[in-house]
């Protein structure tokens, strides 16, 4: 073995491994949180406002998970105001585990989903609501079992 032949097998192992490098790189795939997320930007100050009224209320938004089912508990003052809103459970590492609810809570100010079947692990929960045609939005991070 000289030189030139040491050469010739280092340069095709690196390009075989850029090779692989590549293949892997391309066979991964990346998903955005939303795909309408430029329109979703330029509505974010509707959500500020929403967030701001509603850490203004006596007490926050509880999310709990239990037996597969997304609970959700609202302040007092606005249980009796006809509470309606969407729930999105978005799950940081895979896209396919996002889950979105129609919500609307019974007179005391409670809401229990269907079973959701929901994979074990992190979700961010985002829950826009109304209450007396006032807009709120609160969030929050769920792990379920």
Known sequence: MNWGKALALSL?????LM???????????????????????????????AQARS???????????ADDRIQVRFPQELAAKGITGSLQLMRPNDA????SLE???DSTGHFTSEALDLLPGRYDASLDWQADGVRYHSSDKLVAQ
């Open 103 to 105: 919500v609307r809570a």
């Open 55 to 65: 850490s203004a209320l006596s007490a926050p938004v509880a999310f709990t998970i």
């Open 12 to 16: 095709a192992a690196f390009v075989a």
């Open 19 to 49: 090779a692989w490098f590549l293949w892997k790189a391309s066979s991964h795939v990346e998903s955005l949180v939303t795909d309408d997320y430029y329109a979703q930007e330029l509505k974010y100050q509707d959500r500020i406002d």
């Open 96 to 99: 396919r585990g996002d889950r």
